[in-house]
């Protein structure tokens, strides 16, 4: 498995086990010139994912069929982008019969699994809070909304404004991704408000003027109204949030929340409610995000999960 996932330059790696009294000697190859304890020539990041390897061949050894659960705690933090790529091959072509439930806190190992196809957008759950009374909490519409009223109700705006940004962050994250949305690129992936939400406007507004100009190649005057209202109603929400203008104006940037009065914040809290709901499908057994059909290449539609919300984007020829 080790040599599968480093099969770049160690296809020809083999290691030696070596029982004695009260232990378990482990000795590996490094490129031919002999065998030697891993932390002796490999890297962090190759003994790590040497030591998934050695795991996944003791569980398939012990159990053999009956390896059909796995959970793997955030076991590939120093493995390079290159080879954790190659473990999401491994575990879905060597392991086809095994749920893993893998956790992590980096962003891009997430997006590894994702791109590989090892999870998937409905297959993975993103936590924002972890306590021991409680368990963890996800992010979800419903629980964050109320989780702000409750905080100005209590006349808090302080925790208010601190949760309104962080689901933002999150749900503009979400929405670049499924709307294929440019943002300027960033090598550490550090992404700020400021970054994602002004290009998750613009690209939906791109969309449903592609989307309108294709109902009229297509002479469908009723689709091209509801796509005006749409666009009418998203422009207004926008307009309400001022999010288009955080790099003009630096006076209504998130950071001045924390300082208005309850007053102040809860239409302003209201206002990115409404905009966020425009993002996703409005049926209330879906509400999920809208995202660009195919993920790469060429786009066909605008959807939601459950089909009720479809804009074409193919024109008449």
Known sequence: MYSYINRDDESEFTAQLTPSIGKLGFDVDFYGRGKFPPGAYHSEGHQDSMGLC??????????????????????????????RRE????????FPDT??????????????????GLVSSTTSVHFRTWDVDHG???????????????????????????????YLEYASREICHKLRAPVEFRG???????????????QFRKLLKEGKAVAQSWSQPARFEALSELDENFSQAVKQTNAEYWQINPSIHYNEWANFQKEDFAP?????RELMD???????????WLYVVPARGSRDSVRCPCGATTVNLKRKS
Request: charged share 20%; with cysteine; aromatic share 8%.
């Open 188 to 202: 550490d992936a550090r992404f700020e408000l400021g970054d994602l939400l002004p290009s998750a406007i613009g």
């Open 54 to 83: 050695l795991y996944l061949a003791l569980m398939r050894h012990l159990l053999g069929p009956a390896f059909s659960f796995a959970v793997l705690d955030d076991v590939l933090m120093s493995v390079d982008a290159g080879h």
């Open 268 to 272: 302003v809290a209201a206002a990115y």
């Open 278 to 288: 425009l993002f996703a499908c409005s049926e209330a057994t879906c509400k999920g």
């Open 99 to 116: 749920q893993f439930i893998l956790t992590t806190h980096d962003p891009i190992w997430l997006g590894h699994m994702q791109a590989a």
């Open 87 to 94: 473990v999401c091959n491994l575990l879905k072509e060597q």
């Open 136 to 166: 963890p909490t996800e992010w979800d519409d419903q629980d964050i909304w109320q989780e702000i009223d409750d905080a100005l109700n209590r006349n808090d705006v302080r925790s208010a404004a601190t949760l309104l940004r962080g």
